[in-house]
């Protein structure tokens, strides 16, 4: 693992931690509405879930972003 590599896997970790003890602090159950469904969820389960998918959506645009250098566009 080069520095670079291990500093980003640094601020990976901390960025983590940070997003856990949020959530920790946030475990109130609350409604949640989206279109036409609605659930009642903790706190914590829905920004956790919402992380999870920001997640996968950067996850799902790099590799986007790496097929269309690949292909030259």
Same mark, same amino acid.
């Given at each position: ?5 291990k500093?980003?896997a640094?601020?990976?970790?901390? *960025?983590?931690? *940070?997003?856990?003890?949020f959530?920790?602090q946030?475990?109130?159950t609350?409604?949640v ?10 706190r914590a389960?829905v920004?956790?879930?919402?992380? *999870?998918? %920001? ?7 790099? %590799? ?7 292909? %030259? *566009?």
């Amino acid at each position: 693992m080069t520095g670079a590599q291990k500093g980003k896997a640094v601020i990976a970790a901390v *960025l983590v931690a *940070l997003v856990i003890v949020f959530v920790i602090q946030n475990r109130e159950t609350v409604g949640v509405e989206f279109l036409i469904w609605t659930w009642t969820a903790s706190r914590a389960v829905v920004l956790f879930t919402v992380f *999870l998918v %920001g997640v996968l959506a950067g996850w799902l645009a790099r %590799g986007a972003a790496i097929k269309r250098k690949r292909s %030259g *566009l």
